[in-house]
């Protein structure tokens, strides 16, 4: 089956502006969560959503949003661009039942540079 | 609050050398943890779960809750094992599930 699909997977933009990145998950995974990756974080949690709904929210300031379609796609959105967004952006997307956790199965990311 | 640590930034071994990647965690729930290698110009990729008690590509990882620790090894080292690698636990906050990731180890296997 077709994997995590992200796009694009690079952008280049320009500090103030806004930009839309978008992931497809795994058929039939209902859970997609969004990290930042940059070699001097590593790997830092945005958000999850699942069926819709964002269940979950890491330590990033408003100008980072994001959002999950009936289909369950999902996009996520940067306002007024820093510098210091440009990162690789990941998006995964796991099979969640209650009490169990099958992992995570992570994208080719979206490489975001911001000039 | 959970926290993931992997006091190794940098690893490099021989070929056909035991390594051993360090992760300690804190967490006050049930613990489920996991492994995940990226190799160079490759996506990030689950190499093996805690609850599992699998052995992939030769690598064990065992979870050793008095120590909270979750350390990876591998008897031989091989060359296609270079690979950054991370240490995640998954954490249930509010009813809501999250990974939580080391700053990971870039290990290094030397001819």
């Known amino acids: 089956k077709a994997g995590v699909t992200q796009t694009p997977r690079y952008l280049i933009k320009t500090r103030g502006q806004q930009v839309t990145l978008s992931c497809s998950p795994i058929?039939?995974?209902?859970?997609v969560s969004w990290y930042q990756q940059t070699p001097g974080q590593g790997l830092q949690f945005l958000f999850e959503y699942f069926s819709e709904t964002q269940r979950n929210k890491g330590n990033f300031p408003g100008r980072f949003s994001g959002r999950q379609f009936s289909n369950s796609r999902s996009e996520m959105n940067v306002s007024t661009l820093e510098l210091g967004d440009s990162a690789l952006y990941l998006c995964?997307?796991?099979?969640?039942?209650?009490?169990?956790?099958?992992?995570?199965?992570f994208g080719s990311g979206t490489r975001l540079t911001v000039v | 609050a959970q926290r993931v640590t992997q006091p190794e930034k940098l690893l490099s071994v021989f070929k056909g050398a035991p390594v051993e990647l360090k992760c300690n965690y804190s967490?006050?729930?049930?613990?489920?943890l996991f492994w995940y290698v990226q190799y160079s110009r490759q996506r990030l990729q689950l190499l093996l779960r805690h609850i599992s008690r699998e052995s992939i590509k030769g690598f064990t990882a065992d979870l050793n809750k008095g120590e909270t620790s979750f350390h990876l090894k591998k008897p031989f080292a091989q060359e296609e094992d270079s690979a950054m690698y991370y240490c995640a636990l998954s954490a249930e906050i509010q009813g809501a599930q999250k990974l939580v990731f080391g700053q990971g180890t870039r290990l290094t296997i030397n001819p």
């Open positions: 995964a997307s796991s099979h969640r039942v209650v009490g169990a956790n099958y992992g995570y199965t």
């Open positions: 058929s039939g995974h209902r859970s």
């Open positions: 967490y006050s729930g049930s613990p489920e």
